[in-house]
């Protein structure tokens, strides 16, 4: 550990802190209707899609209808992605003329993009041509961003709702999300990237006749693009097989920091978001609180556990210890212009959200820094989380946690000034507790069949099969694909590639089924019953606060609401952590 | 539900002209203007011939030839390869072959795996075995991290500043080089810290090699 690396993380965290309010008021403005600046330019393509699309915006909609639209939408999404992907042989914009993958991976690759879990069965640069990347995987980076923020608009219109007539209208929130927040920033983000030396190109790759003679193909490709909204809708599907380790999609120190920030600028705005649309900017706070406490956690295990080392390189005689002109620690799968401390970060931010973007190999964390991702993602995507789908899953635990504060004190509970009775609690419930359930049935079902765990051939590796590692690879793969992450211990697979650089991939399809229908379930289902909270909550009339009302803007409600998310991971995952990431932990043993 | 198919077939597919096809089109356009080097990979020419890019790192080794005098080919068809004494070598990639820029890869290799502890071992062998005769004193627990782990891209064009400086003793002596010649390229090719604070120090490889190969008058 470095002092450097400490003030680079504290740095991080300052900005966060100090930008969240400004996008977060800027959310508001957008989804409340407030004038901005970029109605000027923005209002009159706003109104042309509405007429193409054959919608009138101002036409609300109840929890239902919303639900239609945005699985309609979905649906249609997915049909098109999955389209696109299958019929590379007559793309334009394929200069290295490459074939479609088999039908069970693209089945995977759909349900992956349309889900914002972006989990990559396939390499990019070996199996993609440029127009897969760009109309079909950057094209679901933007929509299924903004389908997960609609769903955490619409259930904050729900909260403060005075009739369950409307949630809103699903289009309009739709267009604006992509208009005036995802478009705009993508923009300007893209171009910074180039800046900093991520490449934009439809061109050939490059092949090049190096010093000493030896031949390099170099991979090319319109990256920046799909890079920034990559970060900035946490998707996290690299446009690389690396993803950001591969210096044209993160070529420096800066622009990991900056697309560390894309990543959590909107879950973290939206709580700022959310404190506005409710009235009351502690609301907001005391939910950003409860994030950020859990996120620097994290960050501290992380760094300290790979400042350390692992156990493997100290058996092979090596000092990991930082000393002048290195940076020490455990630099296996991780990069020299990052280190420790921007790889640690880096991790610990697209595993608190859904992003699931690396820019190191997981796989290769020690076994506590390994636990952090693990960690992460067993509090089911809370700590910030995905665009939209964090602060609504959060407000899933809020209403936990108010409900459960309610039984201590012996009072109805309530929430912001609406009773939360037996109907939401069991709604509440039911969403929280998809996302886990999903992680552990298909766990639990791919480990016992032939082929769906590390075992499956023929991408086996015997030395894995039965240790904690090998168990760990396939934990991980399904609690990533359920919480819609896409980060992987991604020496398990669900594709062959029979030479490197070879084209035409074959899918191995129990794994792809399998995580392909995790992955829609554990989005949907969860999404169907947040709308249906939100119309229930619509309609409840609003009670003035009273004396003994349980305050939910105040460090005691903080503390509460990590105490109940602690409590429910911990429940569900304990178990099967302690066969994988914990017992790595715990001995220096080499396997 | 008819007019909400209706509407998500149009938008669907107005969304995929728009940001599928004008928007990347379109910042491809305006990266290729603004920042044309950037954009098409940073590439570094000798002679008017591309060597490689900036960012990425490559081999310098040299084809191991057969008893016929033929290269001779690994099992998967790729030459075999030693590396080259008169170049500072690369950190150890997970690719096939190494250094493959367009087929990235981790190592996946996990930490308290036998197979991470012979694939350390086995780095740090190889790092023993050229630099020792020129750094004697050498041990495995004095060579840097960076030089003994594979990176996350396979493809890092950077090694840490004491890797290099361990290195530099090798160069000077093959290349006949005055040692203090060779440092002062290493810290010239160093790229700091962005703005000072963000990231680590890194030496480039590549240019640093391009460097050497100027400064003796040789490619």
Same mark, same amino acid.
């Given at each position: 550990m470095t002092t450097q690396g400490w003030l680079q993380i504290l740095l991080y965290v300052a900005v966060l802190v100090a930008i969240t309010p400004l996008v977060g008021g800027y959310l508001a403005r957008v989804y409340t209707g407030q004038p901005i600046l970029l109605d000027h330019f923005l209002r009159g393509p706003e109104r042309w899609l509405y007429r193409i699309f054959r919608v009138d915006p101002n036409r609300g909609q109840?929890?239902?209808?919303?639900?239609?639209?945005?699985?309609?939408?979905?649906?249609?999404?997915?049909?098109?992605?999955?389209?696109?992907?299958?019929?590379?042989?007559?793309?334009?914009?394929?200069?290295?003329?490459?074939?479609?993958?088999?039908?069970d991976v693209t089945f995977n690759t759909a349900s992956s993009f349309l889900t914002n879990t972006n989990w990559q069965y396939y390499g990019g640069e070996t199996t993609l041509s440029y127009f897969s990347q760009m109309a079909g995987l950057t094209v679901q980076n933007f929509l299924s961003a903004g389908v997960g923020i609609v769903v955490a608009i619409a259930l904050i219109r729900g909260i403060t709702g005075r009739s369950e007539r409307s949630l809103g209208n699903f289009w309009q929130d739709l267009v604006r999300t992509q208009l005036y927040v995802l478009g705009p920033l993508a923009i300007i983000g893209a171009l910074v990237l180039v800046s900093q030396g991520a490449v934009q190109s439809v061109s050939h790759y490059l092949t090049v006749r190096g010093p000493t003679g030896l031949s390099q193909t170099i991979a090319v490709g319109p990256v920046a693009s799909q890079e920034v909204i990559k970060e900035l809708g946490t998707n996290g599907g690299g446009f690389f097989n690396t993803n950001s380790a591969m210096p044209f999609e993160n070529p420096g120190g800066f622009s990991n920091f900056f697309e560390m920030l894309l990543v959590l600028a909107i879950p973290a705005g939206l709580t700022a978001?959310?404190?506005?649309?409710?009235?009351?900017?502690?609301?907001?706070?005391?939910?950003?609180?409860?994030?950020?406490?859990?996120?620097?956690?994290?960050?501290?295990?992380?760094?300290?556990?790979?400042?350390?080392?692992?156990?493997?390189?100290?058996?092979?005689?090596?000092?990991?210890?930082?000393?002048?002109?290195?940076?020490?620690?455990?630099?296996?799968?991780?990069?020299?212009?990052?280190?420790?401390?921007?790889?640690?970060?880096?991790?610990?931010?697209?595993?608190?959200?859904?992003?699931?973007?690396?820019?190191?190999?997981?796989?290769?964390?020690?076994?506590?820094?390994?636990?952090?991702?693990?960690?992460?993602?067993?509090?089911?995507?809370?700590?910030?989380?995905?665009?939209?789908?964090?602060?609504?899953?959060?407000?899933?635990?809020v209403l936990l946690a108010v409900f459960i504060g309610g039984l201590m004190v012996g009072r109805t509970p309530e929430y912001l000034g609406k009773k939360i009775e037996a109907r939401e609690i069991k709604l509440v419930s039911l969403g929280a507790l998809i996302t886990p359930l999903s992680a552990l049935l298909a766990t639990g079902l791919a480990t016992s069949i032939k082929t769906g765990g590390r075992a499956s051939p023929p991408i086996s590796t015997p030395a894995l099969i039965g240790k904690p590692q090998g168990f760990s690879e396939t934990f991980y793969a399904y609690l990533s694909q359920a919480n819609n992450n896409g980060s992987a211990f991604a020496g398990y697979s669900g594709y062959v590639q029979p030479s490197p650089g070879n084209i035409g991939a074959h899918g191995v399809t129990v794994p792809d089924l399998l995580g392909g229908f995790t992955m829609l379930f554990a989005r949907y289902a969860p999404i169907l019953f947040v709308l249906a909270i939100a119309g229930t909550l619509a309609g409840k009339k609003v009670s003035p606060a009273g004396l003994g009302t349980m305050r939910t803007d105040n460090p005691t409600f903080v503390v509460l609401l990590i105490g109940v998310i602690l409590l429910v991971g911990a429940l569900t995952f304990f178990p099967a952590l302690l066969l994988g990431p914990i017992v790595q932990a715990l001995t220096n043993h080499l396997y | 539900m008819r007019r909400d198919i209706v509407t998500a077939a149009i938008a669907i597919i107005v969304f &995929?002209?728009?940001?599928? $096809? @004008?928007? #990347?089109?379109?910042? &491809?356009?305006?990266?290729? $203007? @603004?920042? #044309?080097?950037?954009?098409?990979?940073?590439?570094?020419?000798?002679?008017?011939?591309?060597?490689?890019?900036k960012l990425i790192g490559q081999q310098f080794a040299d084809p191991v030839r057969g008893a016929n005098g033929k290269p001779k080919l690994d099992k998967n068809g790729n030459p075999v390869t030693n590396p080259d004494p008169r170049y500072f070598q690369p950190r150890p990639s997970a690719t096939t072959p190494p250094d493959n820029a367009s087929a990235t890869t981790f190592s996946n290799l996990g930490p308290n795996s036998t197979a991470t502890r012979d694939a350390i071992a086995s780095n740090i062998q190889a790092y023993l075995q050229l630099e020792k005769p020129y750094t004697p004193g050498l041990t495995a627990g004095r060579v840097p991290v960076d030089a003994a782990n594979s990176s996350a891209s396979g493809v890092d064009p950077h090694i840490s500043q004491a890797n290099a400086s361990i290195q530099a003793h090798r160069i000077a002596s093959v290349r006949h080089l005055p040692l203090s010649t060779v440092m002062a390229l290493i810290s010239r090719y160093t790229d700091g810290r962005t703005l000072g604070f963000f990231g680590e120090p890194g030496v480039n490889v590549l240019e640093l090699n391009l460097a050497l190969s100027r400064q003796m008058g040789t490619h």
């Open positions: 109840d929890w239902r209808a919303y639900a239609r639209s945005l699985v309609v939408f979905s649906l249609a999404g997915w049909l098109v992605l999955y389209l696109i992907l299958r019929t590379q042989d007559i793309h334009p914009f394929n200069p290295q003329n490459f074939h479609s993958a088999t039908w978001t959310y404190g506005r649309m409710v009235g009351s900017r502690r609301q907001g706070w005391a939910i950003f609180s409860a994030m950020a406490i859990l996120f620097v956690v994290g960050v501290t295990v992380a760094y300290a556990a790979e400042a350390h080392g692992s156990p493997a390189q100290h058996a092979a005689g090596l000092h990991t210890s930082a000393f002048t002109g290195s940076t020490g620690g455990n630099l296996e799968g991780k990069e020299q212009r990052f280190g420790i401390p921007g790889s640690a970060l880096f991790d610990t931010i697209t595993t608190v959200t859904s992003a699931g973007a690396v820019n190191s190999a997981v796989e290769s964390y020690t076994g506590l820094g390994g636990a952090v991702p693990f960690a992460n993602l067993s509090a089911s995507e809370v700590i910030f989380g995905g665009v939209g789908t964090g602060l609504y899953s959060m407000l899933l635990f | &995929t002209i728009l940001l599928g $096809v @004008a928007y #990347p089109l379109a910042m &491809t356009g305006v990266s290729q $203007v @603004a920042f #044309p080097g950037n954009a098409n990979g940073q590439r570094l020419y000798v002679n008017g011939k591309p060597v490689g890019s």
